[in-house]
């Protein structure tokens, strides 16, 4: 993360400076650019989600992550609409809804990590789709 984030930051400035030079109006560049990023990852999130076989943890977990990442996103939409009269001033709601969305990315984030550092899904052939959880201190390989 101290390399991707920084990364990935500075990229999103370039877009955030083709925003203000197109409008003339950046203020709702980040959150636009977040909704945007969530769109994209989920395209390939479902790619990798519809090569889980049926009845694993790793299906379950994807169905959580997907579900609770579609729920972040929509959030975010209502944040961003309640922003668009100002974006710069965001309303008590605004705000409110941002700062659940946040959270609940904390914790589909996390069941995401489980899926691609314990169990493997999308990175390893041979990935133990039924691993424990990371929390039950036990190996992921038995």
Sequence with gaps: MLVVFPL????????????????????????SAGIIGAIAAAIFGFVDFLGIPAGTRAKSLGIWHGFGN????????MSWFMRQAQAMNPSAGAFALSVIAVLLAVIT?????ELVDRLGVGVDEGANLNAPSSLSGRPAQG
């Design 70 to 77: 579609l729920i972040v996103t929509v959030l975010f939409i």
């Design 109 to 113: 984030g996390w069941l995401g990590g």
């Design 8 to 31: 990935g930051l500075l990229a999103t400035s370039l877009a955030f400076d083709i925003a203000y030079f197109s409008t003339g109006d950046g203020n709702l560049a980040m959150i």
